[in-house]
């Protein structure tokens, strides 16, 4: 629940309050006037004027007496993932590596400290439909990812230092790096050699091989990665053929990005 204490003095309490309503609100799937006042904690009549507010802007919806998100949200996230520029370059090589490796195959970037899928797009082999459904709705850590570590290993260690004290080194499994020495030696491992692995550091029984997308001033735009059971992603798979293709789509990805750039200075 969100803490009206954790508010910096340049923020406007309304419209930081009608953030927590429309988060409130993603959280409870839908609530009354009632239970949203109770749950963060506001008066009766202040739940029903933000519901009001929102209701007007047609960002809420009214069934009955419960409120819930408008499909406004689907549009705008619509057009929010379409205009990126990740999206806009890496969805067709995603596509591809799904129908070459045949598993789940992942494009995000790091808002916020924190990993956001932006396209996700299953091989015909693929398995954990629903988990990976659910996880593309939600924000995750990047310490235990092979996404995530791959953009790691190319941010600035301040800024990486910043994430670990903001987010911390939470534990998925007995193989996820929680000590900070720790990490940076892996990501150094992973400039060096251009890709990251999860080697079952977020689930058990599931691997993922990651590569970085960067700019032509080296900035890291996000990655991309494969990820799939332990049975199929080992031996030479693993080690040397899974990095060969997520590091090419990669590089396709990002020459892309780096070409439509180029063009628009000529």
Partial sequence: MPDANDRSPRQLETVARSCDVIEALEELDGAGVTELANYLDLSKSSAYSYLATLREKRLVVKTDQTYRLSLEFLYLGKTVRHRHVLFGHGKEQVEALADETGEY?????????????????????????????????????????????????????SRVEEIIDEHGLVRKTENTITDRE???????????????????????????????????DGTVLGAISVSGPTSRINGDRYHETLPMNVMERANITEASINLSSASRSL
């Fill in 182 to 216: 720790a990490l940076f030696e892996e990501l150094r491992s992973v400039r060096a050699q251009g890709y990251a692995v999860n080697d079952e550091e977020e689930i058990k029984g599931i691997r993922a091989v990651g590569a970085p997308i960067r700019s032509d």
């Fill in 105 to 157: 195959v992942h494009l995000m970037c790091e808002q916020h400290g924190l990993e956001r899928n932006i396209h996700k797009v299953a091989g015909e082999n693929a398995v954990g439909d629903t988990y990976h459904t659910a996880k593309e709705r939600k924000t995750d850590y990047l310490h235990f990812t092979a996404t995530g570590k791959a953009v790691l290993a190319y941010l600035p260690e």
